[in-house]
Nanobody, 115 residues
Framework: QVQLVESGGGLVQAGGSLRLSCVAS????????FGWYRQAPGNERELVAS???????NYVDSVKGRFTISRDNAKNTVYLQMNSLRPEDTAVYYC?????????WGQGTQVTVSS
C-alpha cells in the first residue's frame, strides 16, 4: 500500500527555518519523482519544489535561494529545508510522489510564519 507521511511543520517567526520530511512506503522510491506543494486559505495549491528520481530539482521563483529540496533514497524520505521564512509562506504543505505506476498525496502539514 502506497503511503506518504509528512512531518516537520509548525509555528515559526519570520526569518526562521523549518525542515519538512516526507516518508514514502510501498513504492519504488528511487525510481519516483517527488514534489512539495502548498495551499494557503483561498488560494490554489501550488508547486513549491520538485525533485526527480535522478536528483534534478526545480523551484518556484518565490522560494529560490531560501528553500532546498533533497532526497535520501536509503531512508525513502524527501526533505524540504525552508530558511528565511516569510509570513507569505504560511500554508498547508503537501508532499506528492509519482512514477508511471502510481501517484499519491500526503495528508499535509501546517506551516505558520508569524511576523
Amino acid at each position: 500500500q502506497v503511503q506518504l507521511v509528512e512531518s516537520g511543520g509548525g509555528l515559526v517567526q519570520a526569518g526562521g527555518s523549518l525542515r519538512l520530511s516526507c516518508v514514502a512506503s510501498g513504492v519504488a522510491f528511487s525510481a519516483s519523482d517527488f514534489g512539495w506543494y502548498r495551499q494557503a486559505p483561498g488560494n490554489e495549491r501550488e508547486l513549491v519544489a520538485s525533485i526527480s528520481g535522478t536528483g534534478r530539482t526545480n523551484y518556484v521563483d518565490s522560494v529560490k535561494g531560501r528553500f532546498t529540496i533533497s532526497r535520501d533514497n536509503a531512508k525513502n524520505t524527501v526533505y524540504l529545508q525552508m530558511n528565511s521564512l516569510r509570513p507569505e509562506d504560511t500554508a498547508v504543505y503537501y508532499c506528492k510522489g509519482e512514477n508511471i505506476f502510481w501517484r499519491r498525496w500526503g495528508q499535509g502539514t501546517q506551516v505558520t510564519v508569524s511576523s
